[in-house]
């Protein structure tokens, strides 16, 4: 499929051929899977979205692999999920349709200039009292993750039948859309989400009090959203000498 053909109706902003090749990379690069990129494609160029079983039939995959695709875009925000009821279905959960979210420049941001604007970001809070500028940065972080999570989730809507651990290997796989490189796994008898890498560089060591709060507060945001409130520990921090962030549940 060519990657400079016509954006469906849904896009809201019109890039160059260069800016759309560049914003794919990103999805590439992001998720670093070959299929799932020519399946974001697939779903870009299909009004109304698609199924998981289109999606399974037009690239010849099994169900459950053409939906653990279309869920990791989902999880970075690369899709969205409309989840209506569908005319004539019978009674039972309804039908997802993937639906590709507007394709604007920020997909082109480098990190190198997230991490400029953070370090602008946390110096102007740095002339704030610490514990008001942490608080607002946290309530900033919480917003975020809460939206974040509503591109997830139908209406934002917590899903009764998630379970804490599906939660945060979701919530794990949107922080590696955002250049965390997070997995979730079982740690002693509960769950963490381990981040081996920091998208905000020099800006989290020179001010971890505040780039650190608006990191936990988008975990609790979506935690909140996808599974309900929950009571996350900050174990570990890589500002802060560690060798990793952990975040455990």
Known sequence: ?????????????????????????????????????EIYLF??????????????????????????????LSAGGYLHIDQAPTVGRSAGRPSKRYLAAPLDHSL?????RDDLMATLLARALELLPPEQA???????G????KM?????????????????KAALATVADALTAHGFAAHSEAR??????IAEHCPFGE??????????????GMIRGMLSALYGETDPHFEESRPEGDAHCVVTV
């Open 203 to 216: 800006a989290a060591q020179q001010f971890p009090h505040v780039v650190c709060a608006v990191d936990r």
């Open 43 to 72: 779903v870009r160029s299909t009004p109304g979205g698609v199924r998981a079983g289109e999606v399974a039939e037009h690239f010849e995959l099994h169900p459950n692999v053409a939906r653990h695709h279309l869920e990791k």
């Open 1 to 37: 499929m060519a990657e400079d053909g016509p954006e469906p109706a849904s896009a809201t902003t019109e890039l160059s051929p260069d800016e759309f090749s560049a914003a794919i990379s990103a999805v590439t690069n992001a998720f670093g899977d070959p299929t799932r990129r």
């Open 134 to 140: 942490g608080r607002m940065a946290d309530e900033v």
């Open 188 to 193: 002693g008898n509960g769950l963490a989400i």
């Open 142 to 145: 919480y917003e975020y993750g």
């Open 148 to 164: 974040l999570a509503s591109r997830m989730s139908p209406a934002g809507a917590v899903d009764a039948q998630r379970s804490v």
């Open 108 to 112: 082109n941001f480098p990190p190198r």
